[in-house]
């Protein structure tokens, strides 16, 4: 019997489904009915458009999307006509609200107006205009809906305005009003200012046309007067810098707000004084310049008393310069400020031991920086409440005055807990190798016993055991694997070899991040479903009652009720590669599912696998939603497949059986930027439990031909593999569709046959690469690495940026725009065509390849056999 769903935070409210997007509470399900139920609350009067508006409606993949509506003319009021009329929304458009978790309109919306005659074509002269508006690289203008003309009858389409109200261009960026024209020419114009000196006055004048087109948020130079700045503070003897309020703030354009120029007020600022600067040089004015490039610089004052000018920064460039001499040395306080600092309180202490205050003084000059521990003698009195930790050496105490920080003056945390090691002996309390000022306050000494004591930070040390804490996040090696250790008399798996691969894989556990692998009761799994199946394993879906009733996948291995070496390497590699995950950025944002642990199937007695689910399913499934799968898109997903196996390769390793159905995506709704995507049986380097050569196990149309000859795997073999995904994502396509994958299959691709593509289907720079993947040569396969500079070359190509070229770019406009044409004959395929797609994609599992002799130069493949 299934257990009812348990609310939660991630859950909605309304269905008990995990929301689609967490973060801002929605679920998609849910939204999808509500406007179901919305239906009958309006018409057009048409039933074609009132179809169309609910096919969109129902298109919805995410919070951000606009819903699209049927809007009564007389909700607009028009205010100018030029390309296309633009008006006010009276109601304005639909957004969804994370807080009351609904749908609220945001009233005073400005639109364009679209007019469409009224044709018998009309939905498809709609359809052409909103697809003409999702554009290559951007899709964020949003589309609100149709509306019809109450006198000509014309129908409208209704989009958030694209055109300035002053000049009737288009925006340089709709989504912000922002014309930049208009703007440079508004700045220009900006004249409410006089610094009294025609240099600096021309100078400023003619920075004002060079505002970047496209930083909206970048603050504009200017000149500001003295009178300005309030609760002006000198920083360090020398007054080169002072922060200061700027009363009226700094002038920025409000994109995400009001879409117009305002200022910030009482905005904390820098001060650089220009003592000797009285007189506005060229030299001057060029400094400013190389400011304007490389910091975020607000404009030039006048002392009116000095007479010299200022430099009016961000308030963060104040960090430049020490707080103590004042001098710019890049940081808050600079070294030899604090070696002086230190060196003149030498003579305020001592511990009355030679060897101990020399020590001591050696490690405060060793200090770097000012975010240093400062390393002391600490009299014993400044402890109080002290208590025994443990049998040994170790208690903990609370510090009165507490360490020493450097500000903007040497001040003291009070009241700091501390661990206090006892030491019998004063080399031990020298040794530089047992401690580092990091971890370490200082030294003190018992007076009673006379026992000299290292003052630790209790942060960095095990509130059991006293030991120094495995890394950052509190957590002790030691003390958990004894945690470990002690739970092995509560589990019992039955089988001997599980037990003991179980208890040295906990064992083995280095970090906070590493999986614990468990033995799993399988009377701890509910609502198990079937969702795939192998030649070798059969995967299900099933809810784990211990943790928190959450989805996990149980990857059932056939025959494996002994247990053999390959089952348990499975598992091993996988938690290899899910450590290395941990140490290392080189993945990308591909993952490696993470394992729970091992359970066995009480009918068959085969041991499972018990894995984190990906929702999405595998690739193959996502023919589906091939439609959703731009150029832009595909340039996403693409690098983060090729990351997972570059990560994989420099861990001097290979897939082996590298194919679409082994790359999962962890969410079923179409969101590639959100998307996290898996790379799965990372374990199965032949059959389970046999490791005969005369046996390959995999996808036939994604094995390379030099495997197919049975010689040796190597990382070129994934390469090859990774070109047929590369197809796949291009086409929508398996490669060989329609082939039966048998040993005439195998002849071709040893002799040179490949999947058939041109362009204009994918850009022929992609294609290129491609084909260098299925070369026939191994050697002349590219790595990982060369693959990704080509893939971030063909991003920067697509967004004109970085090392991009316009050529590239050329290339993919052109594909992007043959997929859109296909769109609508993709559309309008029989459900029994769609039907055969899916089947024909599910047959892309990896089965076994027999050969029945040991010819390896045998080319003909007829000795083999491919298992069902």
């Known amino acids: 019997m299934s257990l009812p769903a348990i609310p939660t935070l991630s859950t909605c409210e309304k269905c008990l489904n995990k929301y689609t997007n967490v973060a801002h509470n929605w679920c998609k399900p849910c939204q999808i009915n509500n406007l179901k139920e919305n239906f009958t609350k309006w018409t057009s009067k048409n039933k074609e458009i009132d179809d169309f508006i609910k096919q969109q409606q129902l298109q919805i993949k995410t919070n951000n999307d606009a819903i699209f509506e049927w809007i009564p003319y007389n909700k607009f009021n028009i205010i100018k006509t030029m390309n296309y009329p633009i008006a006010i929304w009276n109601d304005g458009p639909l957004k969804f609200n994370k807080d009351t978790k609904k749908y609220e309109r945001i009233s005073k919306e400005k639109v364009s107006l679209i007019y469409k005659s009224n044709s018998e074509n009309i939905i498809n002269e709609f359809s052409n205009e909103i697809k003409k508006y999702q554009t290559l690289i951007y899709n964020d203008l949003k589309i609100y809906g149709i509306s019809q003309n109450l006198d000509t009858k014309d129908y409208i389409l209704v989009i958030k305005s694209e055109y300035c109200e002053k000049c009737g261009k288009k925006y340089t960026d709709a989504r912000y009003n922002w014309c930049y024209p208009c703007q440079r020419d508004f700045l220009k114009n900006f004249t409410n200012w006089n610094s009294g000196n025609k240099i600096i006055d021309d100078f400023i004048q003619s920075m004002r046309p060079y505002i970047s087109t496209n930083d909206y948020n970048a603050p504009i130079f200017e000149w ?8 002006i503070q000198q920083i360090g003897e020398k007054g080169i810098a002072n922060l200061a309020i700027w009363k009226n703030g ?39 310049i190389q400011y304007l490039y490389n910091e975020q610089i607000y404009g ?17 460039y104040c960090e430049n310069y020490c707080k103590m001499c004042g001098e710019k040395k890049h940081t808050i306080l600079c070294n030899p400020c604090i070696m002086n600092n230190l060196k003149e309180n030498f003579t305020k202490w001592t511990s009355e031991n030679e060897i101990i205050d020399d020590f001591i003084k050696k490690r405060q000059l060793q200090i770097k920086n000012y ?11 400044q402890f109080y409440n002290i208590q025994i930790m443990r049998k040994d050496n170790f208690v903990t105490a609370i510090w009165k005055n507490g360490p020493l920080k450097f500000n903007m003056n040497s001040k003291r945390k009070s009241d700091k807990k501390v661990i206090l090691k006892y030491s019998y002996n004063l080399q031990s309390i020298t040794d530089e190798e047992l401690y580092s000022t990091e971890n370490c306050h200082g030294i003190s000494q018992d007076p009673d016993t006379k026992y000299y004591i290292l003052v630790l930070q209790s942060k960095y040390y095990c509130k059991k055991c006293g030991k120094k804490y495995t890394n950052t996040n509190k957590w002790c090696n030691p003390c958990q694997l004894n945690i470990l250790m ?70 059932c291995v056939h025959g494996s009720q ?30 490696f599912l993470n394992v729970h642990g091992i359970t066995q199937e009480p009918n068959t007695k085969d041991f499972v696998i018990v894995l984190e689910y990906a929702k999405g399913g595998s690739f193959n499934n996502w023919i589906a939603k091939y439609k959703g799968f731009s150029w832009r898109n595909k340039l996403i997903i693409l690098p983060s497949i090729i990351n997972g196996l570059d990560g994989i390769h420099k861990n001097h390793m290979v897939h082996h059986d590298f194919h679409t159905g082994n790359i999962l995506l962890d969410e079923r709704e179409f969101s590639v930027e959100s998307q996290k995507i898996f790379i799965s049986d990372m374990g199965l380097c032949g059959e389970i439990g046999n490791t005969d050569e005369t046996k390959l196990y995999g996808v036939v149309p994604y094995m390379a031909p030099e495997i197919l000859r049975r010689k040796p795997y190597t990382q070129a073999a994934d390469i090859y593999s990774l070109g047929m995904i590369m197809y796949f994502l291009a086409t929508g396509r398996q490669p060989f569709a329609g082939r039966d994958h048998d040993h005439y299959l195998m002849l071709d691709i040893c002799e040179g046959i490949r999947p058939k593509i041109n362009a204009p289907e994918a850009p022929q720079c992609y294609i290129d690469l491609m084909k260098r993947c299925w070369d026939p040569n191994p050697d002349n396969r590219p790595n990982t690495t060369e693959l990704k500079g ?10 004109l940026c970085g090392e991009g070229r316009y050529d590239i770019r050329d290339q993919f406009t052109e594909a992007e725009a043959y997929r859109k044409s296909l769109l609508h004959i993709k559309s309008n395929e029989s459900n029994k065509s769609f039907n055969s797609q899916i089947t024909q994609a599910n047959n892309y599992t990896s089965r076994l390849i027999i050969y029945n002799t040991n010819n390896h130069s045998s080319d003909d493949f007829s000795d083999c056999a491919i298992a069902d």
């Not at 500001?224 to 609760?231: G, K, L, R, T, V």
């Not at 080509?790 to 967004?799: E, P």
């Open 562 to 591: 002994n247990v053999k070496a390959d089952f348990l390497n499975e598992v091993k590699i996988h938690l290899r590669l899910l450590q290395l995950l941990q140490q290392s950025l080189r993945f990308g944002n591909v993952r």
């Open 224 to 231: 500001i007067p003295y009178d300005q700045f309030n609760n």
């Open 486 to 555: 002690k739970n092995f008399t509560n589990w019992n798996s039955g089988n001997d070899n599980i037990n003991d691969f179980i208890k040295e894989m906990q064992l083995k556990i280095g970090d906070c991040n590493d999986v614990v692998l468990e033995w799993i009761s399988y009377d701890q799994f509910n609502n198990v479903e079937q969702v795939g199946i192998g030649g070798f394993s059969t995967v299900y879906s099933a809810i784990w009652k211990n943790k928190e009733y959450k989805q996990v996948a149980l990857k």
């Open 300 to 316: 030039v004052t006048q002392n009116p008393h000095t007479k010299n000018y200022i430099l009016v920064f961000q308030n963060k």
């Open 250 to 288: 700094p002038l920025h354009y409000d994109y995400l707000g009001r879409k117009e120029w305002i200022r910030e007020l009482d905005k904390k600022v820098c001060l650089i004084n220009y003592y000797e600067i009285i007189v506005a040089t060229n030299e001057f004015l060029y400094e400013i």
């Open 790 to 799: 080509m893939i971030n070359l063909f991003w920067d190509s697509i967004n």
């Open 371 to 381: 975010h240093d521990t400062v390393f002391e003698w600490i009299p014993y009195d």
